[in-house]
C-alpha cells in the first residue's frame, strides 16, 4: 500500500526537518544524461525529496547498461528518461518529474534548463560535457551546475571527491580516470561519483557552499 501524501512529507519532514523540507520539496532539479551518474543522481535526489526533477536523454536503455545503471532487464529498448520516470515513482511517488528525450545542445539547452535551480551533467562525452558547463554559466546565471569527470576504472574509491571550481560551478570526481584510459565503467565508483553530485545538490539547496580550490 502506498502511504498517502501527508504521510510521505510528514516521514520527510521528521527526516530532514522542515526547514530543509521546504527547501528540497521547492526545488527544480535537471539531470542531463541518464546512465551510470545520472540514474543514480535522480534516484537520490528523489530518496531526499527534491519536489520536481527533469530527466533528460536521447538514449534508449540497453543490456550493457544494465551493470550499472538503474534500470530493469525488462525496460530494455525504452526510452531511458521514460523508463527511469517510472523507476522513480515506484520510489517516490509524489515526486514531479519531466522526462525528455531528446539530445542537449547548443540550440536547444538553456530553453530546457531554464527552470532549474540547479543541474546536473552527466554525459559521457568530453565535447557534450564542455558545452553544458559553458552554456550554462554564459547564458543561465541564476543557476547552480554540478559536473563530473574521473570515475572510471579500479582505483581507489578514495580519491573520488567535490571540488568548487568556481562560483556556482562543482566538479565531482577524481579528475584523472577517463573512460577511454581506463577498463571502463564500474558501477560502485560510478555510483560513488553519483552520490558526490547528488549530495553536493543537496548542500547547495541547503545553503551549504563549499571554498572554491
Known sequence: MIPSKNEWMDALIARHGLDLHKRFSSATVAVCGLGGLGSNIAIALARAGIGKLLLIDFDRVDITNLHRQQYKANQISLYKADALAENLLEIAPYTEITAVTAKITEENFADLLRDADVVCEA????????????????????????????????????????????????????????????????????????AHQAHTVLRILAGEYEVEV
Not at 136 to 146: A, D, G, R, S, T
Open 123 to 194: 554525459f559521457d562525452n568530453a565535447e557534450a560535457k564542455a558545452m553544458l558547463v559553458n552554456g550554462i554559466l554564459e547564458q543561465l546565471p541564476n543557476c547552480y551546475l554540478v559536473a563530473a569527470s574521473g570515475m572510471a576504472g579500479m582505483d581507489t574509491p578514495n580519491t573520488i571527491r567535490t571540488r568548487k571550481v568556481m562560483g556556482r560551478f562543482y566538479l565531482c570526481g577524481d579528475e584523472t580516470n577517463d573512460v577511454a584510459d581506463t577498463i571502463g565503467l564500474v558501477a560502485p565508483r560510478v555510483m560513488l561519483c553519483a
